[in-house]
């Protein structure tokens, strides 16, 4: 599952990729330890009728597409492109 994870200020978003819900739990626990923002999640995508492989491949083709939002790493500006595909 791909999922989006959003700062406080709404500026930046991770996007992401686990095996499982609990996965991405685990990971949103992790940042909040390590960031001085309070970070939510903003949504998952579940695909679990299609393989880990297609859904992994999923999350890069986003960081691909949005690469042009990229600030460091998984984050990306929250703009309004990025936030459209989203909702």
Do not use: C, P, Q
Request: aromatic share 12%; glycine share 4%.
């Amino acid at each position: 599952m791909v999922y989006f994870i959003k700062s406080e200020d709404m500026r930046a978003i991770k996007i992401g990729y686990s095996n499982s819900h609990l996965g991405v739990i685990r990971r949103l626990k992790v940042m909040k330890t390590g960031n001085a923002d309070h970070l939510d999640i903003l949504t998952i995508i579940d695909e679990s009728k299609f393989s880990n492989t297609l859904t992994h491949s999923l999350e890069k083709f986003l960081h691909i597409r949005f690469k042009h939002l990229k600030i460091r790493g998984e984050w990306f500006r929250a703009e309004y492109e990025l936030l459209e595909f989203i909702a």
